[in-house]
C-alpha cells in the first residue's frame, strides 16, 4: 500500500514560481520512478516531468528550461519547482510512483496522488 500527497499548489502570477512537493508512504520498499501529471479543464492528463530512482529526468517538451523535478530518495519525496510559469500551466498536479511495496510479498504498482491545483494569472 502506497499513499501520495501532494503539497505546494497555489495562485500565481504569470511569470512566478512555485514548488510542488509529494510524499510517499506505506509499505514500501523502493520506487524505481516518481513523476508528475496534470490536468487541465476540459483536457486530458499529460505527462509532466519523470525521474527514475538514479535521476536520469524526462520532460515533456513544454516544460522544458522551466520546470525541474528532483527527488530525495531517502524521503521517498519527489519535487517540481516551477519557474516562468505560463496561463497553460494552469492544471490540477497529480504525483506519481512505480514503487514496489511489502505485503504478503513484494509486488509492483502504481500509485496517484489526488493532485494539487496550480492556477496562473495574468
Known amino acids: 500500500q502506497v499513499q501520495l500527497v501532494e503539497s505546494g499548489g497555489g495562485l500565481v502570477q504569470a511569470g512566478g514560481s512555485l514548488l510542488l512537493s509529494c510524499a510517499a508512504s506505506g509499505s514500501i520498499v523502493s520506487i524505481s520512478t516518481m513523476g508528475w501529471y496534470r490536468q487541465a479543464p476540459g483536457k486530458q492528463r499529460e505527462l509532466v516531468a519523470t525521474?527514475?530512482?538514479?535521476?536520469?529526468?524526462n520532460y515533456a517538451d513544454s516544460v522544458k528550461g522551466r520546470f525541474t523535478i528532483s527527488r530525495d530518495n531517502g524521503k521517498n519525496t519527489v519535487y517540481l519547482q516551477m519557474n516562468s510559469l505560463k496561463l497553460e500551466d494552469t492544471a490540477v498536479y497529480y504525483c506519481n510512483a512505480a514503487a514496489i511495496v511489502r505485503g504478503v510479498y513484494f509486488r509492483n504498482l502504481d500509485a496517484w496522488g489526488q493532485g494539487t491545483l496550480v492556477t496562473v494569472s495574468s
Open positions: 525521474i527514475t530512482s538514479g535521476g536520469s529526468t
